[in-house]
């Protein structure tokens, strides 16, 4: 059996319609601009919030590879509302077996606590490009 890594956090999403309407909203081509419209409605800190725990989430999946599994829960959703209850109340929160972590100050710790649970070592921060120099 495959390790599982949960991540809870509340997501952010378009409203979607019944399978009849949405497939009815495609062929018109209303259903892509609506989406977008929809998440453009969010306000600006919840997207960049949303895009850097994305980025952070694909860095995860392939550091864990095919050996684990990535499962994305939202906290608004019947098993957020269960794993509340047995005490998951910060979000993200990052749930691996029995271990947790909940609302992580920095990736650097999310990092750490993840080699810890794994007993992989740390990976290498990104490599983020600066600006290039003039010469």
């Known amino acids: 059996?495959?390790?599982t890594l949960e991540i809870v956090t509340p997501l952010i999403g378009s409203f979607r319609h019944c399978?009849?309407?949405d497939l009815l909203f495609?062929?018109?081509g209303v259903n892509q601009r609506v989406h977008q419209e929809d998440l453009a409605a969010y306000p600006p800190e919840w997207q960049a919030e949303w895009a850097r725990l994305s980025e952070l989430i694909l860095r995860i999946a392939r550091y864990l590879g095919p050996q684990a599994r990535v499962v994305i829960t939202d906290a608004r959703s019947v098993r957020g509302l269960w794993l509340w209850l047995r005490g998951v109340?910060?979000?993200p929160a990052f749930l691996w077996g029995r271990a947790r972590l909940q609302q992580p100050a920095t990736e650097?710790?999310?990092w750490a606590?993840?080699?810890r649970q794994?007993?992989?070592p740390h990976p290498a921060p990104p490599v983020v490009p600066g600006p290039k120099a003039v010469q």
């Open 89 to 91: 109340r910060r979000y």
């Open 19 to 21: 399978a009849r309407c």
């Open 26 to 28: 495609d062929e018109a």
């Open 108 to 110: 650097a710790e999310v």
């Open 1 to 3: 059996m495959r390790a």
């Open 113 to 115: 606590w993840l080699a």
């Open 118 to 120: 794994t007993g992989r």
